[in-house]
């Protein structure tokens, strides 16, 4: 009892360490992922606006330059200014109230015709056809306006944009935007920039408050993407760092509950397995104690001599609540705890205590055990089962070993053969368990030193049914004859089933038809040949 409750405190604390350090991998793992899946979802966000952005000053500038269009201007120098041109710029200015002037000047930079009272600026000459310049000062006391300049032949057209009109064009409603510039990749300068203000709406920045250079080549929240129309120009975007913290702190965080409700689930599901485990172990090691497992006996007849032959060894296990349980229920998890063997060793004494004296007064009857592959691989199991015989006086060949067809092919043959081959020749029978259900072939049965064959439940339950397994049962039966062992039918439980078998040259049969499992002195009366109808 210390002994498994020390093994248990053990695994608990294997249970932990092991727990503690898969979880907090996986969740290291799951979220460095995350933040990276996060972080690239909100650079590819972070794209798009810029983009956005950008188009929408694109926009803005092509509509500007299509105002160009209706003007009657040749590609020669237009000097001086032709009244039609003047009063058409004229009516340009007057119709669109975002621009404060259109100038028009030749290429040696001389001013013809002018909405503007006063040239401000000078030295634009550039080999593109649509230039921008700015900021610069109409009138001393007036807000800075840009200069979008197109070269139209010998002659250029400045248009003067009020700054307020670029920062509009610059300005978006997505919150992750914190700062946008206009930035002019020729003189390494941003030339207008907004920003964000804590009421969520958009302010001119004053140059101090630029970004600076090395901010802009090295901050990753800052995203850059051309101008098309001006091919000198970038929309520079800074991302607002809190509102993204915010977002990948979010994702994190469900990501980590997550994480951490399965990781507990995976602990407690654990937990109960390795209890269900110790509970199950402690209630068979007490039932082995309190010698709760007993022996009952179901007798196999020779139905042409009407008498029995023998009788197979069923396990119970008889609880603290005196209810009787059939091994189907347990079987699987006593073979996988490894303490089979130790019961079969007490069943099997029992059994020769019991049927010591039925063995020696009916000398051609035997006893059937039910072996699993584990009992062949235990290296002592042969050895104190052999001791026990050698106790009880019991003559090997009144013993039957049964292992099941399917508990071959989990073995290695050779290792299996060597110790059946031993245990013939010691004199003891060896039966092919539930033949049928393991899908041996004939050739590989027959390098097992069998000399019984017991065929399983299934085809003789199919007998007279119709079902397909019933088509099945002359090629088992078949099969079992061409191995030439002698055969018992298992699960025989009507007549319409004995005379079928006994048709087929099957006489020896096991089945409620006959006996169900029954305690010994059941089985000594039955043998005696007194069939209690109960
Ligand atoms: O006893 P019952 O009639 O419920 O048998 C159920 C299953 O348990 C059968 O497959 C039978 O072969 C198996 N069984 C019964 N007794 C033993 C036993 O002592 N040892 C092993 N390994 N299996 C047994
Ligand atoms: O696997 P093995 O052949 O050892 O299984 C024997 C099992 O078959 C036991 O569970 C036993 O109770 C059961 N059994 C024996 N005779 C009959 C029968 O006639 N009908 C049914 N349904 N089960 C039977
Ligand atoms: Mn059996």
Redesign the pocket.
């Known amino acids: 009892m210390s002994v498994s409750h020390r093994k248990k405190l053990n695994t608990y604390l294997f249970l932990n360490i092991i727990w503690g350090i898969l979880s907090l991998t996986l969740l290291c793992l799951v979220l460095f992922f995350t933040w990276q899946k996060e972080r690239l979802n909100i650079q590819q966000s972070l794209y798009s606006l810029t983009d956005e952005i950008a188009d929408q000053l694109d926009n803005f500038i092509q509509d500007t330059t299509h105002l160009l269009l209706t003007l009657d201007i040749t590609s020669s120098p237009v000097t001086p200014c032709p009244p039609q041109l003047l009063k058409q710029i004229q009516q340009i200015v007057f119709n669109n109230p975002f621009i404060s002037g259109v100038s028009i000047r030749s290429s040696d930079n001389k001013v013809h015709c002018s909405t503007l009272h006063q040239e401000t600026i000078s030295g634009n000459n550039t080999n593109h056809l649509l230039s921008l310049f700015g900021p610069t000062q109409i009138n001393s006391h007036d807000k800075p306006a840009y200069i979008l300049s197109q070269r139209l032949g010998q002659n250029s057209i400045a248009i003067y944009l009020l700054e307020q009109i670029f920062a509009r064009n610059l300005q978006t409603s997505s919150l992750l935007a914190k700062k946008v510039s206009l930035y002019d990749k020729n003189t390494k300068k941003i030339i207008l920039q907004i920003s964000r203000t804590d009421t969520d709406s958009w302010r001119i920045d004053d140059p101090k408050d630029y970004l600076k250079q090395k901010e802009v080549h090295q901050e990753y929240s800052i995203m850059r993407v051309g101008i098309t129309t001006l091919d000198n120009l970038e929309i520079m975007l800074q991302a607002d760092l809190s509102k993204i913290k915010q977002i990948t702190w979010k994702e994190e965080l469900i990501t980590a509950v997550i994480i951490l409700l399965l990781c507990l689930s995976i602990y407690y599901l654990m937990r109960f397995l390795i209890n269900r485990h110790f509970s199950f172990k402690r209630a068979i090691l007490v039932a082995m104690r309190n010698d709760n497992f007993f022996p009952m006996y179901?007798p196999i007849l020779d139905t042409k001599k009407e008498e029995s032959i023998g009788a197979?060894i069923?396990l119970r296990w008889r609880t603290s609540e005196q209810e009787v349980i059939?091994?189907?229920l347990f079987i699987k998890d006593l073979e996988a705890s490894g303490l089979i063997v130790h019961i079969t060793l007490q069943l099997v004494e029992k059994a020769f205590i019991e049927c010591q004296s039925l063995l020696i007064n009916n000398p051609k009857f035997h006893l059937a055990f039910?072996l699993s592959s584990i009992h062949f691989t235990d290296n002592n199991f042969f050895k104190d089962f052999l001791s026990l015989c050698k106790k009880y006086h019991i003559a090997e060949s009144q013993i039957m070993l049964?292992i099941?067809e399917r508990d071959l092919l989990k073995q290695d043959d050779l290792a299996l053969v060597k110790t059946m081959k031993e245990l013939r020749q010691a004199g003891f029978c060896l039966a092919v368990?539930?033949f049928g259900t393991g899908h041996a072939s004939i050739s590989y049965l027959q390098h097992f030193p069998f000399n019984y064959l017991?065929i399983?439940?299934i085809f003789?339950?199919a007998i007279g049914t119709g079902a397909i397994t019933e088509t099945l049962n002359k090629s088992i039966i078949q099969m079992a004859k061409n191995l030439k062992l002698n055969i018992i039918a298992?699960?025989?439980?009507t007549f319409t089933q004995l005379e079928y078998l006994q048709s087929q040259g099957v006489h020896l049969m096991?089945?409620?038809?006959f006996a169900?499992?029954m305690p010994l002195e059941k089985l000594i009366q039955f043998v005696k040949g007194v069939h209690n109808e109960e």
């Open positions: 179901q197979e069923l059939t091994p189907d039910n049964e099941t368990d539930d017991k399983d439940q003789i339950k298992e699960g025989v439980e096991q089945g409620w038809y169900t499992a």
